[in-house]
């Protein structure tokens, strides 16, 4: 199909002929507005309309459109052969900026269309009214780019990935950026090379299974490697647990965090509970395909690891190889005969010691499910056969049960049953089949199937024992349908000698749409710690968000109010595409990329070349979760969440999440909130901390969110939350001394001097009587800290005499019984009467020179004479008394401040010291004073 700038569109033969009378011609086709049944027009100003970009779609029935005027069509016929007479269109609804470009993603059914600028509008076809509505937008957030259209211009092309589950875009300017297929950002650059060098571009494709990228401008074509998600290609139960990358000829594994029990000592040693620790793996386990099977395999499109992340099983083009992370070996057929016996359609999946296989027999030209066990060497001999009648699309295992999607859009069920000898065995027997025809338009569009023990009636049931199959998941371009088995199934108390076989057309019910991949608990036991998030059904929908089903029961598993839903669907936003969900841990893990350039052929740094290192992500998602259930009156059912979490090591970190979040939102809102959520996750956290008596997890939140918080928004937390100052209290009154050590910061915010002292003596009294030295010497120094504030508070605010001209200065007798302690105190060597301020230009217009009687402790403030100062702003000189008379100061250390000089001390041998010590101030290079009061932020400044 041929569009030119007449207003028409010619098909050409193969053959390089043209048949006229199939010609389309623009100003003959009927447009209607959103539905094809409306009311249908013609375009007014035929003549100069006319097709700028087109792409065909199978799936979608016909061509999507971009005319010159910039609006956007679908061009569809009640013929199969697109006879000019058949043909009408549907116009794409409207955005605020003209389309460039268009492109079509067949398996999900979506219309892709780029902007002038520089965003992406993305619509698919309702299925009730057949009408086209728009699904989500393609844009960069503002912290990335905060002007999208004059850093990267309109949208030059776009295009999808072969397994179509992600969009490529590329703009006028230069840069690109890749969203998942409903608009999760995965990774962008603004620039293909070093941002000093702005190139154009003007196509852009990928290569073999979209592992690599290809970008030309008018001079060079770029190609970007690429590593992809296991699950795009084989979204099986298994690859679900751990983060699994591929490329072209190797595989990323990461097994993710674990949380463990660790015992205190000996099991007989104490009766105390077991510690619960965080161990965290971020590396990557790279495994290299075997040279001998890539040479006449390559590329790999499927990849599959086991339950244990000790086997992992790979497919090329032809066959299949096995690789044994423990001892890092490879298991691949013996010839190459036998690897082209059969290639993998289907997938891969592992059931305990077997890897299963959907595939097509090349000899035979038959459609098989083939067992292979990883205990053996790979043979055909040793292989078990399962014909199917269609192509096997792809599979799913959930304990001993295996479902089967074919291409003739039916769903088998089948029954494994492993025979123990000499050569492990599997026999296989079907249980039903149900057909798919009323919600799959075509077996293409199938993305997954899962057999879950997902039920909507979940909550009526005891969640205890063995985890049975409720129901078919089908995931179908991206609408999640849920097939739930009644109590009349066919096959659910049948011996597991007998077989039944039963085509079943059933009513499904939709669950989400925009769904890209599915998590369920992989467990076959029910989890009696944590039931609710175990059951819960995790969906992530790209651009809106990861969504959780999750059932309302108690522990004892039974609904609370009859009047509740069994279950309640809830957002998750993250900060990363997902890839694996840890029930267990309440983590999700995922991937991203981190930009950076390296050299190209000439060296030079204008030749950069945009590089990118995957790094794996971890999110706690628990806040999240727990600020839903909040949001909707579900307080009850957030407090039995908490409680089944309280033994995670960074559950109180998680409680600080959440108040510290919504304390941001609402109190940083320029709108009136007409339901505050901020009291009652604050009465929340209360009832956490009254069900963990022993542990102070209210006071220690409270605490922890303040001193991350801005100060402005402390009076709303603590209106919620009450007083600072009773709650420093309840920490001196219960022993929390490391807690009250974080409320006495809060409260040298909130009150003065005078009360802030009172509190801090308290605090320092307490500590004594517990002999901690390190609070003992945080809390004395916090009080000089104040007492040093306050007599600069004190000498700022002078009482003036007007005869005052200058400061008198009576100098100790010598250095030996100076008192170098607290800097106001009135026995000290040097006293002082304020009077105005002096200003001086060197140190020796107040006699400080090698020929003094005595060394100053004190000077009178004088200006900074930098040269690079913009100002003449004043500053305080502290001399150390020295032996020599000499004074000493430590490199780059322009000044002191004069409170510094409990700071001083000199050694008796010919080195100097100078320290800065905590809750004291050195003067910046620019005159202004650096405070740092509180206990904990001490640093040193020291030359010897």
Not at 487 to 497: G, L
Request: glycine share 6%; proline share 5%; charged share 20%.
């Amino acid at each position: 199909m041929v569009a030119a700038t007449s207003g028409i569109i010619q098909r050409i033969q193969w053959d390089g002929s043209v048949d006229d009378s199939l010609t389309i011609v623009l100003d003959r086709v009927p447009f209607s507005v959103d539905f094809p049944q409306s009311k249908k027009s013609y375009l007014s100003n035929a003549s100069s309309v006319h097709v700028v970009d087109l792409e065909y779609s199978f799936l979608l029935g016909g061509f999507s459109l971009v005319l010159s005027n910039g609006r956007g069509a679908l061009m569809t016929a009640n013929h199969f052969e697109f006879r000019p007479e058949s043909v009408q269109c549907v116009w794409v609804p409207s955005e605020p900026c003209a389309f460039t470009c268009t492109a079509v993603n067949h398996k999900y059914r979506l219309m892709a269309f780029g902007c002038a600028n520089a965003q992406g509008a993305l619509y698919c076809i309702e299925d009730q009214t057949e009408g086209i509505q728009l699904t989500h937008r393609l844009q960069l957030l503002d912290k990335d780019c905060p002007d999208m259209m004059a850093a990267c211009g309109p949208v030059e092309d776009l295009n999808w990935t072969p397994d179509g589950c992600a969009i490529a875009m590329i703009w006028k300017k230069g840069g690109f950026a890749i969203w998942s297929v409903f608009g999760a950002l995965i990774t962008f650059c603004l620039t293909l090379v070093h941002e000093g060098v702005s190139r154009s571009v003007s196509a852009l494709d990928w290569g073999t299974e979209g592992y690599t990228m290809w970008v030309a401008d008018p001079k060079v074509v770029f190609m970007y490697n690429f590593t992809k998600s296991a699950l795009s290609v084989n979204n099986c139960s298994t690859n679900r647990m751990y983060v699994l990358l591929q490329g072209d000829n190797s595989v990323m594994l990461n097994t993710g965090d674990r949380v463990v029990a660790q015992p205190h000592g000996s099991s007989s040693a104490s009766g105390r509970e077991a510690q619960h620790k965080l161990f965290s793996n971020k590396a990557w386990m790279v495994v290299q395909l075997p040279h001998r099977y890539m040479a006449t395999n390559w590329p790999l499109r499927y990849t599959v690891v086991d339950a244990d992340a000790e086997y992992i099983a790979v497919a090329g083009r032809y066959g299949i190889a096995f690789y044994h992370i423990a001892v890092r070996k490879w298991k691949t057929f013996s010839n190459d005969t036998a690897e082209q016996l059969f290639v993998v359609t289907g997938g891969l999946l592992w059931w305990r010691d077997f890897v299963i296989c959907g595939c097509s027999n090349t000899k035979t030209k038959t459609h098989e499910v083939r067992f292979y066990s990883k205990t053996r060497a790979l043979d055909h001999s040793s292989a078990v056969v399962w014909k199917s009648e269609a192509p096997v699309i792809t599979m799913n295992a959930f304990q001993n049960m295996l479902i089967i999607f074919s291409a003739d859009s039916r769903l088998t069920l089948c029954e494994m049953d492993r025979k123990a000898g000499d050569v492990p065995t599997i026999v296989i027997n079907v249980l039903q089949i149900i057909s798919t025809e009323n919600i799959c338009p075509h077996p293409y569009c199938v993305v997954s199937v899962d057999l879950t023990p997902v039920r909507t009636e979940t909550g009526q049931k005891k969640h205890t024992g063995i985890r049975e199959a409720e129901s078919l998941l089908i995931n179908v371009s991206g609408r999640l349908w849920i097939i739930q088995r009644d109590s009349s199934d066919p096959y659910k108390d049948v011996p597991a000698d007998e077989s039944v076989v039963t085509t079943s057309n059933v009513i499904p019910l939709l669950l989400s749409s925009c769904v890209e991949t599915i998590w369920v608990h992989p467990s076959t036991i029910s989890s009696k710690e944590k039931p609710q998030l175990c059951e819960a059904l995790w969906m992530f929908c790209g651009a809106h968000g990861m969504k959780v089903w999750m059932p309302l029961f108690t522990k004892d598993g039974t609904r609370r109010n009859a009047f509740l839903s069994r279950r309640v669907m809830l957002p998750v936003w993250l900060k990363s595409v997902p890839l694996c969900v840890q029930f267990d841990e309440a983590m999700i893990h995922g991937a991203d990329s981190d930009l950076l350039y390296e050299s190209g052929l000439d060296n030079k740094e204008s030749d950069e070349l945009p590089a990118f290192i995957v790094n794996r992500t971890s999110e706690v998602y628990l806040p999240q979760v727990l600020r839903q259930l909040l949001r909707r009156n579900l307080g009850t059912h957030a407090e039995e969440i908490a409680q089944t979490c309280t033994k995670l090591p960074y559950f109180n970190h998680s409680l600080e999440l959440l108040l510290h979040q919504v304390l941001e939102e609402e109190g940083t809102s320029s709108a009136p909130i007409p339901d505050p959520l901020l009291p009652s996750v604050v009465d929340f956290v209360q009832a956490i901390s009254k069900y963990l008596a022993s542990l102070p997890v209210f006071l220690q939140t409270i605490a922890h969110c303040a001193r991350k918080s801005d100060i402005a928004l402390w009076p709303r937390l603590f209106a919620e939350a009450g007083e600072p100052t009773d709650l420093f209290q309840q920490c001196l009154n219960s022993g929390r001394l490391d807690i009250a050590a974080s409320f006495l910061i809060v409260l040298n915010g909130t009150l003065g001097v005078g009360p802030v002292r009172k509190q801090a003596g308290a605090l320092l009294e307490k500590a004594r009587a517990a002999g901690d030295v390190e609070l003992i010497a945080e809390s004395a120094r916090f009080l000089r800290a104040l007492e040093m504030e306050e007599q600069e508070t004190y000498r700022r605010t002078p009482e003036m005499t007007p005869s005052a001209k200058s400061p008198t200065i009576h100098p100790h007798p010598g250095p030996e019984n100076m008192d170098l302690g607290n800097p106001i105190s009135p026995q000290g060597a040097l006293t002082f009467k304020y009077g105005s301020v002096v200003k001086q230009n060197s140190l020796a217009d107040v006699g400080l020179s090698g020929g003094n009687k005595a060394a100053l402790k004190k000077a009178n403030s004088v200006p900074f004479n930098n040269p690079e100062s913009v100002d003449g702003r004043s500053m305080s000189v502290v001399a150390a008394p020295d032996p020599t008379g000499l004074i000493t100061t430590a490199t780059g250390v322009q000044s002191v401040d004069r409170r510094n000089s409990e700071s001083f001390n000199y050694l008796p041998d010919n080195s100097s010291i100078l320290r800065y010590s905590p809750g004291t101030s050195v003067t910046s290079r620019n005159g202004w004073s650096r405070r740092r009061r509180f206990p904990g932020y001490a640093h040193a400044v020291e030359q010897v």
